[in-house]
């Protein structure tokens, strides 16, 4: 079996060509038609990606729902006007309404690995790292303030920030960020990287008018200031 998936849309132009194109590779496939159906399925199975229809009323709001409450990977499908909108809702990945079976396939295997990743044994507390008042659980991605609440991050969050980390105190290029961050598909011109830094800002409470952790560097990149070292 290589995963759970859950459809979420209503509509059979959508939904349909999405399951055709992950049945034959060994995916296991739901469709719900409605919020509830959606629920209950993530509720009672063990569901690793939603492929969401962005053309439902509330997609931006469920997206940011199951974003802060679960670690399933969210791939929302709709039109290219609303890449950026889902992104920056907390979505792992936008494809674009009519989906390229290969593509899907691929953006399915590769978040899914992601999000259900194989992971070797190792010593306790090594997947913590401590960095400027916060602490990083890299096995659940999850932040924690210094008074102890927890941020869940997205993968692209994840992701970005562990780039940071392994490279504090150097200025990194847009280009840079892009080439390092795994399992993305860049645009020319592509915002996407500065959606991310926007959003990791936000749940560092980093605020962006006086950045102290991640800093702009006009006409250059980003630069992190927090030194990351393990957890005691």
Known sequence: MTGCVLI??????VHQPLRMSLDPHGFEVHVAGSVDQAEA?????TVGLVLLDAQWPDALALTRQWRERSEVGIILVGDDGERLAALEGGADDYLIHPVLPRELVARARNL???VQPTRPL?????HLKRFAGWTLDTDRRRLQAGDGRETLLSHGEFQLLNLFMRNSGLTLSRDQLMDQLRNREWLPNDRSIDVLVGRLRRKLHDNPAEPELIITIHGAGY???GAASLAA
């Open 8 to 13: 979420a849309s209503d509509d059979p132009q």
């Open 112 to 114: 899914l690995r992601r």
């Open 41 to 45: 399925c993530l509720d009672g199975a």
């Open 223 to 225: 630069l992190f200031t």
């Open 122 to 126: 190792i010593q306790p507390d090594s």
